[in-house]
Every structure is written in structure tokens, then in C-alpha cells.
């Protein structure tokens, strides 16, 4: 994001695939976006994926999606897609859906 303030809330809407339902995933995500600071919710979808919705600075958010990306989540990860945005209404702390 060129010219983008590192300090200005973003949104990263992020797609987890995998098996990522029945493990914890959810809970673990939470845990991990609250640890960081970050708010917003995460949910499972129809198809088998989980979907987080994550609002906090750029960096903050690029720490949760390293995470997502990273060994150590529960379930096995075999694909994470996002997209970017500014953020929105924010959220209060971070949900499970």
C-alpha cells in the first residue's frame, strides 16, 4: 500500500482452508488476535473453511496472518487467502461466530 499510514486501522478479511473446523481453530485464532491486539470475529463457513475478520494496524494484522501461515496452528492449514481494506465500523474485542 503505497503511501499507506502504517498507524491507520486496516481490515484483513482472511479465508483459511484446510482442516480447520472441529479442532479449535476458532478458539486458537481468537487467543492469538487478542494477544496481539487486534479486533474482530471469526466464523466458520458452509464449506469447511473458517473465515477471520481481523481489524488493527497493517503490521499487527501481518503478525496474525504469519500465524495462520505458520506451524503452529491446530487442524491442518492448506491454503490462507486475504484481501485488504480500511477498516470499518471496528469491532469490540474479538468474537467467535
Request: charged share 25%.
Amino acid at each position: 500500500m503505497h503511501g499507506h499510514d502504517s498507524t491507520q486501522p486496516v481490515r484483513a478479511t482472511i479465508w483459511v482452508r484446510g482442516k480447520v473446523q472441529e479442532v479449535g481453530f476458532r478458539w486458537w485464532t481468537r487467543a492469538r488476535a487478542l494477544e496481539i491486539g487486534l479486533t474482530g470475529y471469526t466464523s466458520n463457513l458452509g464449506d469447511g473453511r473458517v473465515q477471520v475478520v481481523a481489524e488493527g494496524s497493517q503490521p499487527d494484522c501481518e503478525r496474525l496472518l504469519a500465524l495462520l501461515r505458520g506451524p503452529g496452528t491446530p487442524g491442518r492449514v492448506t491454503g490462507v487467502t486475504e484481501i485488504w481494506g480500511p477498516s470499518r465500523d471496528g469491532y469490540d474485542g474479538f468474537a467467535l461466530r
